[in-house]
């Protein structure tokens, strides 16, 4: 039983925009500019070369209105491994226009936190033949094979969120439906916003599954900018009533006060939105809450008075596969948390695969 539609989505429009020579020259780019114009910015600057000027002496929020149109570089283009979510991932842009004070791409990307997005659509889109069953998460897997080579493209941004002054995210979806493939493929994405009226009608054809990021509202306090969690459940489910693959990003996780009641009420939530869709494909993947030194530091920065829990002393020191430092939850409180989402989510969505906890 679907709940009641919010009245407007959440759109995100740049106040100020560049674009590169290069990226102007892109018929993507071109279709970009257009719908620019559309949405009515009128600070555009289309530069003489492929150099942006110099934005590092631009504020926070300055930068967060800012937009980039650019043309990618070939290692940018170069589809890379992206366990446990996919096989691969790949750029549709950089950077995201949320102000989640949590945000992991504060620790990812230097410089201001901009967005940049990629004029030369088709050319990083053609690279993606190349790895088409090479992948070593869901290829060759017993549980996920079926899924085929999975490509992860929200990896550095929220292909959602940017959608009306882009027009990427629908072109991929219908590449993806479209494209003669050697095997079977999947486009994955998560996003944080209900904009998903131009997403419905695509010929998608079952190959790509669009994941809401939820939270409950201990959590959603943090997520500035963003659409509102109970518009995200709406979407997902005119989504799954699309015939989209669709999924849950349960994410990030944190024991706040009565998390369970919470947790509980938000699975509960979502499994009235999806009852009674024919053919329902639904995943849930669950990522527990997590910092890196770089990230706090850049956090704090942009968020000086954040409430977020940041204490290293009340979490455990973990090195990932490079040596990099990361804060997680306690052994404790991470077994306690598994345990109790593991059978939630069995008993309130039946219907679901649980891929991944982490």
Same mark, same amino acid.
């Given at each position: 039983?679907?709940?009641?539609?919010?009245?407007? +989505?959440?759109? *995100?429009?740049?106040?100020?925009? #560049?674009?590169?020579?290069?990226?102007?020259?892109?018929?993507?780019?071109?279709?970009?500019?257009? @719908?620019?114009?559309?949405?009515?910015?009128?600070? $555009?600057? =289309?530069?003489?070369?492929?150099?942006?000027?110099?934005?590092?002496? @631009?504020?926070?929020?300055?930068?967060?209105?800012?937009?980039? $149109?650019?043309?990618?570089?070939?290692?940018?283009?170069?589809?890379?491994?992206?366990?446990?979510?996919? %096989?691969?991932?790949?750029?549709?842009?950089?950077?995201?226009?949320?102000?989640?004070?949590?945000?992991?791409?504060?620790?990812?990307?230097?410089?201001? /936190?901009?967005?940049?997005?990629?004029?030369?659509?088709?050319?990083?889109?053609?690279?993606?033949?190349?790895?088409?069953?090479?992948?070593?998460?869901?290829?060759?897997?017993?549980?996920?094979?079926?899924?085929?080579?999975?490509?992860?493209?929200?990896?550095?941004?929220?292909?959602?969120?940017?959608?009306?002054?882009?027009?990427?995210?629908?072109?991929?979806?219908?590449?993806?439906?479209?494209?003669? *493939?050697?095997?079977?493929?999947?486009?994955?994405?998560?996003?944080?916003?209900?904009?998903?009226?131009?997403?419905?009608?695509?010929?998608?054809?079952?190959?790509?599954?669009?994941?809401?990021?939820?939270?409950?509202?201990? =959590? &959603? @306090?943090?997520?500035?900018?963003?659409?509102?969690?109970?518009? @995200?459940?709406?979407?997902?489910?005119?989504?799954?009533?699309?015939?989209?693959?669709?999924?849950?990003?349960?994410? +990030?996780?944190? /024991?706040? %006060?009565?998390?369970?009641?919470?947790?509980?009420?938000?699975?509960?939530? $979502?499994?009235?939105?999806?009852?009674?869709?024919?053919?329902?494909?639904?995943?849930?993947?669950?990522?527990?809450?997590?910092?890196?030194?770089?990230?706090? %530091?850049?956090?704090?920065?942009?968020? +000086?008075?954040?409430?977020?829990?940041? =204490?290293?002393?009340?979490?455990?020191?973990?090195?990932?596969? #490079?040596?990099?430092?990361?804060?997680?939850?306690?052994? &404790?409180?991470?077994?306690?948390?598994?345990?109790?989402?593991?059978?939630?989510?069995?008993?309130?969505? /039946?219907?679901?695969? #649980?891929?991944?906890?982490?």
């Amino acid at each position: 039983m679907a709940t009641t539609s919010p009245v407007r +989505p959440v759109l *995100w429009t740049p106040s100020t925009v #560049f674009v590169t020579a290069s990226a102007s020259a892109e018929p993507h780019g071109r279709a970009i500019l257009e @719908r620019l114009a559309a949405a009515g910015v009128e600070d $555009v600057t =289309v530069l003489a070369g492929d150099r942006l000027p110099n934005l590092r002496d @631009r504020s926070y929020g300055e930068a967060k209105r800012t937009l980039a $149109v650019v043309t990618s570089a070939e290692s940018k283009r170069r589809p890379t491994p992206i366990p446990p979510s996919a %096989d691969f991932s790949f750029p549709l842009a950089e950077g995201c226009p949320g102000h989640c004070q949590y945000c992991y791409l504060a620790g990812s990307l230097s410089g201001p /936190p901009i967005t940049r997005v990629y004029a030369d659509l088709p050319r990083i889109l053609a690279g993606l033949d190349a790895v088409v069953g090479t992948g070593s998460v869901t290829t060759g897997s017993a549980g996920r094979d079926h899924e085929g080579t999975t490509f992860e493209a929200s990896c550095y941004t929220d292909p959602v969120a940017l959608e009306h002054v882009t027009g990427s995210l629908a072109a991929t979806i219908t590449h993806f439906g479209t494209h003669a *493939w050697t095997g079977p493929v999947q486009l994955r994405l998560t996003t944080k916003y209900d904009d998903v009226e131009g997403l419905l009608d695509l010929p998608h054809h079952g190959r790509t599954r669009v994941r809401m990021s939820l939270n409950v509202p201990g =959590v &959603e @306090r943090f997520e500035g900018g963003t659409a509102r969690v109970r518009a @995200r459940v709406h979407a997902l489910g005119r989504l799954a009533r699309a015939g989209y693959p669709v999924g849950l990003t349960i994410a +990030p996780i944190m /024991p706040v %006060d009565d998390w369970r009641a919470q947790y509980g009420e938000l699975l509960a939530q $979502v499994g009235q939105e999806l009852s009674g869709i024919d053919g329902l494909d639904l995943t849930v993947e669950c990522i527990t809450h997590r910092f890196t030194p770089k990230s706090k %530091d850049v956090q704090l920065d942009w968020y +000086p008075r954040t409430k977020l829990d940041l =204490v290293e002393e009340d979490r455990t020191r973990k090195h990932g596969k #490079f040596g990099a430092v990361k804060y997680v939850y306690p052994r &404790e409180t991470m077994a306690e948390l598994r345990g109790w989402f593991t059978d939630a989510v069995s008993v309130d969505l /039946p219907a679901a695969r #649980f891929l991944y906890w982490t």
